[in-house]
C-alpha cells in the first residue's frame, strides 16, 4: 500500500474528511459570535447556551408538535434569534456605553441561567433526535463511509458562511451596518434606525447559533451541556480569526477543523489542544488575530 | 454600572447558599440515614434525585420507624468531590447522630467516605461507586459494597458474548474507571480465547467520536465494546450508528450501561445493545411492580444504583430491628447473618467481604417496534449466578475486625 509520512492515505483523507464537518460546524458558530463582536463589541459568552436552546426547540417540536427537522431547521433559529432579540432589547442594550467586560459578564451570567434551567427542566442524560429520512444512510467513498447528514452539515454550513459574508461585506446593508459600527450618530443623522439595526444583528448573530444547534441535534446528544463543551474551542477560534472578522472566523473554523483532523492522524494525544496552542501563538505574533485589524 | 457588581456578587452568593443548605440537626432520638450523591451534577438524572426517592420508599415499605423510633433521611449532595463528600461524612457521623450512610456514586467519593466510616467504626454501605478495591485493599469490617463492581459488570458481558464472538475492538474513556473496565473485559476475554483487535482511548465528554469509530471499522473486529459512561455511551452509540457500524457487520456492547438510558437514544441508535445489570425490573412481577411504583413517584424508571439504594437501605432497617441496636458492630453482624430479599435484589447474600452477592442479568436492547409499553424495554441474554459474576473474595482485602 502506498504510504505518506508512514500513514495511509485512507486514514489521512477520512480523518481530513471528518476535520473538514468539525470545521464547519465551527466556522457557523465562532461567525455568530463574530459577527456580534464586530458590529456590537459584545463579547457573546451566552452564544454555546442559544447553540443548545436551538438544539432543544428543535427537539421539542418534534416531541411537543411533531415538527420534523427541516421546518425546525428554519423556525429553531427564527425562535433563538427572537429570544435573542429580547434579551439584546432589555438588557444588552443597557452595557454598550461600558467596558466589553460587562457584556461579557451578563451573557456568561445568561448562559449559566440557560444552562441551568434545562437542566433541572429535562436532566442532564440528553435527549433522542433522530437524522431526517431523506439524509439517512451514506455513501462509501472508499477510504471512507461518509454518512449522507454529516456532507449535508458541510454544505449547508459553508452556503450560510458564505452567504452570511457576502451579505455583511457586498452589500449595500452590509453597508450601513459597518457604518453604523464606525460611528453611530452619523448614520443615525443620515435617517438610518441604528438601534433596530443593531438588535436585529444580535438576533441574526444568535440564530446562527441555533441553526448550528439544529445541524448538531441529529450528530451529538441534545444535551443541556452541549454548548459548554464547545463554546471554548469556538471562541479560541474567534480569536485566532481576529476579533470581529467575519471571513476570519469562516476560514479559521474550517482550517483549524482541518488541522485538528491532521493531529488526529499523526499525534492523536495533542487532538484537543492543538487549537489552543495556536491561539497562544497567533496571539504572540499577531495579537490582532490572523485576519483582525489593530484597533 | 460599578454600583452593580456587588449586588450581582450577593446574588450569587445567595444562589450558591441555597444549593449548599438542607442538611437538618438530628433528633437523638430517631434512626437517622444519611444518602451522600450527585444531587445535580452529571450523573444527577442516573443516581441521585432518584436515590432520595428510593431511600424513602424503603423507610416507609418499612413501617417509617425502627426500635420505636422514628426513621429520618438526610441527603446531601457531593458535587462529585471527594473533599465535599469527607466533610459532609464526618458532620453526618460526629455532629449529626447519622447512623448509616448510602449512595456514593462516584468511586472516589465512595473511597473517601469509606475511610471515614472505617477510621469511626460506622456503617457504610455504598449503592453507587464501583471501584474493584471497596472489597477489595478498601474493604471495611462496617462497610458493604451493594452496587456491582466495573469488574463484574463487564468481565460477565464480555463472558457471555464472547461465546460467539471472538474478535474485540475496545473503545476507551481515557482515565481510570474506563481502563478498569477495558482491564475487566480484556481480561475474560484472554481468558476465553478471544482477541483484541485494537483500543482506542477517547478523552472524558467527547463530543464526536467519528475518528475513533473510523478506526474501530477499519479494525476488521467483530465486536465493539464501549468502555465508557453516561453521556460518552450516548453519544458513541448514536454516532456509530451515523457511521454505519452495525451495517458493517460489529455487533456494539456496553461495558458500562444502564437500562434508563436506552430512552435517551433513538430506536437504531441503541437496538441490539448488549450490557449486564445488577437490576432486571421484568425479572418477577415483584420487580416490576416496585419499578412502577418508582415511576409513579419519580416520573422516571429506576437506575440500576437506584434501585440498589432501596435494598441498601431497607436491609439496614431490617438487621436494626434483628439486632435490637443502632451499634454498628451489631448491625453489620445482622446485615451479614440475615438473608437479602426484598423486591429489587430478589434472593442475595452478604459475602465477608462486603460484597453483596446477586444475580446479574445480560441483556439485549429490544427495538423500538417491539417494545409494548415504559417497562418493556430489554429482553434477557442470560442470567448470571452471582458466584459467577462476582468471582472469589479479592486476596487483598484484609478484615481486622
Sequence with gaps: MVQLLGIPPQALFGQLLLGLINGSFYALLSLGLAVIFGMLNVVNMAHGALYMVGAFLAWLLMTHAGIGYWPALVLAPLMVGAIGLLLERTMLRRLYKVDHLYGLLLTFGLALIFEGIFRHQYGVSGQPYPIPDLLKGGSNLGFMFLPTYRGWVVAFSLLVCFGTWYAIERTRLGAYLRAATENPTLVQAFGINVPVMVSLTYGFGVALAGLAGVLAAPIYQVNPLMGSNLIIVVFAVVVIGGMGSILGAIVTGLGLGLLEGLTKVFYPEAANIVVFVIMAVVLMIKPAGLFGRER | MTKRAPTMAVAAGCLLLACAGGTARAAGDSVIIGLLDDLSGPTADLSGKGKVVAAQMAIDDFGGSVLGKPVKLLASDHQNKPEIASTQAREWYDRDGVDMITGMS????????????????????????????????????????????????????????????????????????????????????????????????????????????????????????????????????KQANEFGIRESGMSIVGLYFDTTQIRALEDAAVKGLIYTSSFFWNRDAQATAWAKRFMDQRGALPSQSQAATYSSVLHYLKAVKAAGTTDSAKVIAEMRRIPVEDPVTGKGWIREDGRVMYDMYVMKAKPREAMTGPLDVVELVKTVPADEAFGPVSTECHLKS
Design chain 2, 106 to 237: 462516584n468511586s472516589a467519593v465512595a473511597l473517601a467516605v469509606r475511610a471515614i466510616a472505617r477510621e469511626r467504626g460506622k456503617v457504610d454501605v455504598i449503592a453507587g461507586g464501583t471501584a474493584d478495591s471497596l472489597v477489595g485493599a478498601d474493604c471495611s469490617p462496617t462497610g458493604i459494597l451493594w452496587t456491582a463492581t466495573a469488574r463484574a459488570i463487564a468481565g460477565t458481558t464480555a463472558a457471555v458474548v464472547s461465546q460467539t464472538e471472538k474478535s474485540w475492538f475496545m473503545l476507551t474513556v481515557d482515565y481510570s474507571g474506563g481502563k478498569s473496565l477495558e482491564a475487566a473485559a480484556v481480561e475474560v476475554l484472554k481468558s476465553k480465547g478471544a482477541t483484541v483487535a485494537g483500543i482506542a482511548r477517547h478523552p472524558f465528554n467527547t463530543a464526536d467520536f467519528s475518528s475513533f469509530l473510523l478506526q474501530a471499522q477499519s479494525s476488521g473486529a467483530k465486536v465493539l465494546a464501549l468502555s465508557n459512561t453516561g453521556n460518552d455511551t450516548l453519544t458513541a452509540l
